[in-house]
C-alpha cells in the first residue's frame, strides 16, 4: 500500500512556504498525504499551520540537538521515519537543505531519488515525474523502480494548496548522530568576485554609447548587483577586463542577470551560463540578445533607468 | 593526507534534441570539458594540499573523460583514475555514488574527498551526499573554504546570502560551488606534460563491484521519456510607457530577488 | 521604367552581410538576406579579425584587397566607434627566412606608398622592448606598425546589416534555407524550412564552410575544405601586461590580445588540406560551442612557444574553441559564376573573410548589377578550380 509523505525542515520555528506546494504537487498523486516536519523543540501549534487540503495528518519530529547543516545526523533521523512509517513516496522542496539529508537518507533506506520535478502524474500506478532539462529544452519524464521513492519539486511548480481546519497531529523524537559542529554565522560579503555573484548587472556597448554607463551602475548598487561589461566596455576602460563577460573574458553562472545594451554576440552569451533569469534590455528589437533572454525589454535605456534609479 | 578529488566531464553543448523515433537526446557535437564547479573543487583540493600530502583524481566516465583527467592532472594531481566500464552506463545518482565509493575506497582511505556541488548536465547535487554516506563521513554541501587542523575540517558553507562556519571529523565529503575561489589556469607547459602522464583505467571488476548494482541494470531512478519542448526559447517582451515597463522590470527583480535571500538563508 | 533585380543571399555571416551591403547601394537591387541563426554569429564570430598591413595572409599580390578592406573597416569605426570593434594594437610580424624579409619589406613599402608606417627591425634590443617576452634569438627581424591591429567580425557584419536595411535590404533571421529552386539549370529561387519560396534572378551563397552543403542544393560540388581553426586564450603568468600586445605573427601561428588574455591560433596558411589531422569535410553545425581542440595542438604551442614566444609557455590555458574555415586548394577565395546559372559564389575565404569580403563584395556587387567584372573577380572565379581538377 502506498504512503505518500511530504517532508519539510523548520527553521527558526516557522514553517516555510513550501508545504503548501508540495500538498498541491500530493493531491496530483491522488491520495491524501500525510506531513512530516523536522526540527528542535517542535510546538503543536505549528500543526494548524501546516494543514493543506490534500494532507490527513502533521507529523512533528524533534530532532534534538541537530540543526540543518548536520545532515548526517538528519539523514539518520529522515531514515528512521521512513522506515517507521513505512512511507513509499517522500516529496521535499528541491533546495540545498532537504536534497543533502534525503541523498543521504536515500542511500540508507535504497531509495530512487529523482530531482527538481515541475510535474507530477499517476500513470499505471507509478508516478510519472516530469522535470525540464537542458535549460527547458527538453522535457524528461522519470520513474522509480520499486519503493520508496524520494523527490524533490522544484519551487513554484504548483499553485500553493488551500488552508485547511487543523488536521490530526502528532509529535516524536528521533535521534541522529551528526560529526559536523556549527558555529558561527556571517553574513556573505557581497558578491567579493563576479564569478560568485548571485545577482549581476551588465553593461553593454549600448550604454556607453547613451551615456548612461553610470546609470547602469547606479542601478547595479541600488539592487545591491555585482557589475560586468561587455568586451567594448572593458576595452573602453569603464570596467576592468576582470569583469568583462565572455568567451575572453570571465564566465558567470548568476541567478539573475540584467544586461543593459548588449548585442548578444555568441562571444558575450558563451560567458553566462547555468539557467538563472536573464532580463535584457535593449531599443533594438532585432538584438541577437533576445534569443538568449528570458525577458527582453525594448526601450531606451536612459529613460528606463532614470524610472528604475527613481524607484524606491 | 590523502586528498581525493571527483570529476565529471560534461558536454558543452547546452543545445540539446531529442529525436522523434528513439526520443534519445541528440547533442550538437561530441566535445566535453571538465564541470564547471568541479574548478573550483580542484582549486580548494590544490590549496589544501601540503608537502607529503597526495591528490588524487577520479572520473567515471567513457574514454572520452580522460580529457577532465588530463586537466587535474596539469593543476598537480598525482594519481588520476577512470572509472570505466560497459556496467557503469546509465547509472542514475545511486549508481554514481556507489561506483565512486567503492573506488575512493579501493584506493583510499581519503582524508578528505571533494567533489564540485552539481554537475552542469545533470545538475542534481546529489552524488556528493550519497557518496558520503557510502563511505560513512559527513558531508559539507557549497563549501567555499576549508581548512584541516589536525583530525578536523574547519569549512565554510554557503547557504543563501549566509556564510555557516562549521566543523567536520575527518574524514569529510566537500562539496564546492561555482564561484568559490579563484581557481588557477593548467599552465601549457603543465598541460603538455599531464597530456603524457599515466591514466589507470578502472573497472568494475577491479573494485569488486557487483555489476547488477550499478548501471542501467542498478538504476532505481529511471528515464521513461523524453519530449522536445517543441516552443523556441522565446523572450517575455514587456511592453508599454516607459513607468509601466520600470515598474514591470522592478517587480521582476524584486520578486527574484527576495526568492534569492529565501534560497537556504534562514538555516540555524 | 525598369524592374529590381532580386537577389537573394544565403549566410549572414561577413561574406553576405558585406555583400549585401554593397548591394544595397544600387538603388535598382532588390536585396535579401537568409540568415539562419543570428547575424555574424557563425564562424564569422570565431575568426580573430587581425587585419595587418603586412603579415602573410594574404599574399601581396593583392594587396589592395587587403587595404581596402582595412580602410573600410576604419571608416566604419570613425563613423560609430565600436562598430566594427577595433582594437589598435600595432603588428609584429617575425622573420624567420630571408624569403620572409623580402616580403615583409615590400609590405612596409606598400604600407608606406599607403600613408602608413611600418619598419624593418633588426634591433632586437627594440623588438623586445615592444614584446619583452619574445626570444629574439630565432628571428632576422621583425617587421612592425602601430597602425593596425584587428577588428570584430560579428560586429562589422551587424553594422553591415543594419546599413543593409537601412538602404532597404531585407534580413530574415532565423531562416534556415533548405532548397534551392533550379529550373532548366538555372537558379530560380530559394525556400525555407518554413516552407516558404522566394524567388530571385540571382541567388549567392555566402555560407562559407556550410557551402559544400548549401552547393549540394544547387547540384553543385563546391570545392572547398574544412580545415580546423584551433585557437586558445591563454594568461600571461603576469596576468595583467603593463605593455600593448601586437598582434604577433610567425609563419606557423599568430597571437592578438583579447582583454587582459591571449588569442592564440594557428595560421591558416600552415594548413595541410591532405592532413586528415589538419583538413577534412565536417559539418559546421555539429562545431561544439566551446572546447573541441587537439592534444596534438597543445603540444604544437608549447614547441612554438619554447621557441619563439618562451613568455607564454607557462601561460594559463583559460578556454579554446575549434572553427573550420572553409579553405580551397590554392587558399583563395571562390567568387561570382558557377556552372549553375544565376547561381553565384562568394565563399572560400579560409581566415581571411574579414579582410578579403569588402573588396570582393564591392567587386560582385557590381557584376551582378552591372555584368562588369574586375581582375579581381576573374583570379578568383570558380573556373580556375575546374581547370585545376582537369590536370
Known amino acids: 500500500m502506498s504512503k505518500t509523505a511530504i517532508f519539510i525542515w523548520i527553521q527558526k520555528g516557522r514553517a516555510t512556504d513550501s508545504a503548501a506546494e508540495l500538498a498541491a504537487a500530493a493531491k496530483a498523486l491522488g491520495e491524501p498525504a500525510s506531513l512530516y516536519a523536522f526540527g528542535a523543540d517542535l510546538d503543536e501549534a505549528l500543526a494548524a499551520d501546516l494543514s493543506f487540503d490534500g494532507i490527513d495528518a502533521v507529523h512533528l519530529v524533534n530532532t534534538p ?105 502528532d509529535v516524536r523524537t528521533v535521534e541522529g548522530a551528526s560529526k559536523i559542529t556549527c558555529g558561527k554565522v556571517t553574513a556573505l560579503p557581497s558578491s567579493d568576485h563576479l564569478t560568485g555573484a548571485d545577482v549581476v548587472v551588465v553593461a553593454g556597448k549600448g550604454a556607453i554609447e547613451s551615456g548612461q554607463f553610470e546609470a547602469v551602475k547606479a542601478y547595479a548598487d541600488k539592487i545591491g548587483a555585482a557589475l560586468a561589461g561587455s568586451r567594448p566596455v572593458a576595452d573602453q576602460g569603464f570596467i576592468p577586463f576582470d569583469d568583462q563577460i565572455g568567451e575572453s573574458g570571465t564566465v558567470i553562472q548568476p541567478k539573475l542577470c540584467i544586461i543593459f545594451g548588449v548585442s548578444g554576440a555568441i562571444q558575450f552569451t558563451e560567458g553566462i551560463k547555468g539557467d538563472g533569469t536573464i532580463i535584457a534590455v535593449n531599443n533594438d528589437p532585432n538584438a541577437p540578445i533576445r534569443g538568449f533572454a528570458d525577458v527582453f525589454i525594448c526601450a531606451d535605456m536612459g529613460e528606463l533607468l532614470i524610472a528604475m534609479n527613481a524607484q524606491d | 593526507m590523502k586528498i581525493a578529488i571527483c570529476v565529471k566531464y560534461v ?61 587535474v592532472l596539469a593543476l598537480g594531481a598525482d594519481h588520476a583514475y577512470l572509472l570505466n566500464d560497459k556496467a557503469f552506463a546509465g547509472s542514475d545518482t545511486l549508481g554514481t555514488a556507489k561506483v565512486l565509493a567503492a573506488a575512493l575506497e579501493h584506493y583510499g582511505p581519503y582524508d578528505v574527498v571533494l567533489m564540485g556541488s552539481a554537475s552542469n548536465d545533470g545538475a542534481t547535487g546529489q552524488v556528493g551526499p550519497m557518496t558520503a554516506e557510502l563511505l560513512g563521513m559527513p558531508d559539507v554541501t557549497d563549501a567555499v573554504d576549508l581548512r584541516i587542523d589536525g583530525t578536523t575540517a574547519s569549512v565554510s558553507k554557503k547557504a ?4 555557516f562556519a562549521l566543523k567536520a571529523a575527518l574524514p569529510v565529503l566537500v562539496t564546492v560551488p561555482f564561484g568559490a575561489n579563484e581557481p588557477e589556469l593548467p599552465t601549457l607547459r603543465n598541460q603538455v606534460a599531464a597530456n603524457q602522464h599515466d591514466i589507470i583505467e578502472v573497472t568494475a571488476a577491479d573494485l569488486g563491484i557487483d555489476p547488477a548494482t550499478v548501471g542501467q541494470a542498478g538504476a532505481l531512478s529511471v528515464v521513461t521519456d523524453t519530449m522536445q519542448v517543441v516552443q523556441k526559447k522565446q523572450a517575455v517582451t514587456v511592453t508599454g510607457t516607459v513607468d509601466e515597463m520600470a515598474n514591470k522590470l522592478a517587480g521582476l527583480v524584486e520578486g527574484q530577488l527576495k526568492a534569492l535571500q529565501q534560497g537556504g538563508g534562514e538555516h540555524v | 521604367m525598369s524592374k529590381k533585380k532580386r537577389i537573394g543571399i544565403i549566410g549572414g555571416g561577413i561574406s553576405g552581410t558585406a555583400l549585401g551591403f554593397n548591394l544595397s547601394l544600387y538603388d535598382d537591387a532588390d536585396v535579401t538576406l537568409f540568415e539562419k541563426g543570428r547575424i555574424g554569429c557563425g564562424t564569422t564570430a570565431k575568426s580573430a579579425g587581425t587585419v595587418c598591413l603586412f603579415d602573410d595572409s594574404l599574399n601581396n599580390r593583392y594587396w589592395d584587397v587587403r587595404l581596402y578592406g582595412f580602410e573600410t573597416y576604419l571608416k566604419m569605426e570613425r563613423e560609430r566607434k565600436g562598430s566594427a570593434g577595433f582594437d589598435k594594437t600595432g603588428t609584429l610580424v617575425c622573420a624567420t627566412s630571408e624569403k620572409e624579409v623580402d616580403r615583409i619589406k615590400a609590405g612596409i613599402a606598400l604600407a608606406e606608398s599607403a600613408g602608413y608606417t611600418g619598419e624593418y627591425i633588426t634591433d632586437k634590443a627594440r623588438i623586445k622592448q615592444i614584446l619583452p617576452m619574445l626570444n629574439t634569438d630565432t628571428i632576422l627581424g621583425a617587421g612592425y606598425t602601430a597602425d593596425d591591429g584587428y577588428f570584430d567580425g560579428t560586429m562589422i557584419s551587424n553594422t553591415f546589416a543594419q546599413k543593409m536595411e537601412a538602404n532597404g535590404g531585407t534580413i530574415l533571421r532565423g531562416a534556415n534555407v533548405t532548397e534551392i529552386v533550379i529550373e532548366n539549370g538555372t537558379a530560380k529561387g530559394v525556400k525555407t524550412a518554413d516552407g516558404d519560396r522566394y524567388d530571385f534572378d540571382v541567388v549567392v551563397d555566402c555560407t562559407g564552410p556550410w557551402s559544400r552543403f548549401t552547393g549540394e542544393m544547387a547540384g553543385l560540388d563546391v570545392p572547398i575544405w574544412h580545415t580546423k581553426a584551433e585557437a586558445f586564450f591563454v594568461v600571461p603568468p603576469e596576468k595583467h601586461l603593463d605593455y600593448v600586445f601586437p598582434i604577433l605573427k ?9 582583454g587582459n588574455n591571449i588569442f592564440i591560433c594557428k595560421s591558416h ?54 572553427s573550420y574555415r572553409a579553405e580551397t586548394r590554392d587558399f583563395l577565395p571562390i567568387v561570382g559564376d558557377t556552372p549553375v546559372k544565376n ?48 590536370e
Open chain 1, 65 to 169: 540537538g541537530l540543526t540543518p547543516c548536520q545532515t548526517d545526523g538528519l539523514a539518520d533521523a529522515a531514515a528512521q521515519v521512513m522506515t517507521d512509517d513505512g512511507l513509499t513516496t517522500v516529496l521535499l522542496e528541491a533546495e540545498p537543505v532537504g536534497r543533502d539529508i534525503m541523498s543521504r537518507a536515500a542511500v540508507k533506506v535504497g531509495a530512487g531519488m529523482t530531482s527538481d520535478c515541475t510535474a507530477l502524474e499517476v500513470q499505471d500506478g507509478a508516478i510519472r515525474q516530469i522535470k525540464p532539462s537542458f535549460g527547458a529544452q527538453v522535457m524528461v519524464a522519470c520513474a522509480v523502480k520499486g519503493a520508496p521513492e524520494i523527490i524533490t519539486m522544484k519551487k513554484g511548480s504548483y499553485p500553493p494548496a488551500d488552508k485547511t481546519a487543523a488536521v490530526p497531529c
Open chain 2, 11 to 71: 558536454p558543452v553543448d547546452s543545445k540539446v534534441q531529442v529525436d522523434p523515433a528513439t526520443h534519445a537526446l541528440v547533442r550538437g557535437s561530441g566535445a566535453g570539458e571538465i564541470n564547471p564547479s568541479d574548478r573550483y573543487a580542484v582549486e580548494m583540493a590544490r590549496r589544501l594540499k601540503g608537502d607529503g600530502d597526495t591528490l588524487d583524481v577520479f572520473t567515471m566516465g567513457p574514454a572520452d573523460a580522460v580529457r577532465a583527467l588530463k586537466v
Open chain 2, 160 to 163: 543563501g546570502d549566509a556564510l
Open chain 3, 250 to 258: 610567425f609563419p606557423a601561428f599568430y597571437a592578438l590580445r583579447a
Open chain 3, 269 to 322: 596558411l600552415s594548413m595541410n588540406l591532405d592532413d586528415p589531422m589538419h583538413a577534412g569535410q565536417w559539418d559546421p553545425d555539429r562545431l561544439p560551442e566551446r572546447e573541441g581542440t587537439d592534444d596534438y595542438f597543445i603540444d604544437f604551442l608549447f614547441h612554438q612557444f619554447e621557441k619563439n614566444v618562451p613568455g607564454l609557455t607557462d601561460a594559463g590555458l583559460n578556454s579554446s574553441w575549434l
Open chain 3, 343 to 390: 547561381y553565384l559564389l562568394a565563399t572560400g575565404y579560409g581566415g581571411n573573410g574579414v579582410i578579403e569580403a569588402p573588396a570582393v563584395s564591392r567587386d560582385l556587387a557590381k557584376y551582378i548589377m552591372r555584368g562588369e567584372s574586375t581582375l579581381l573577380l576573374e583570379e578568383w572565379a570558380f573556373s580556375r578550380l575546374l581547370k585545376d581538377k582537369g
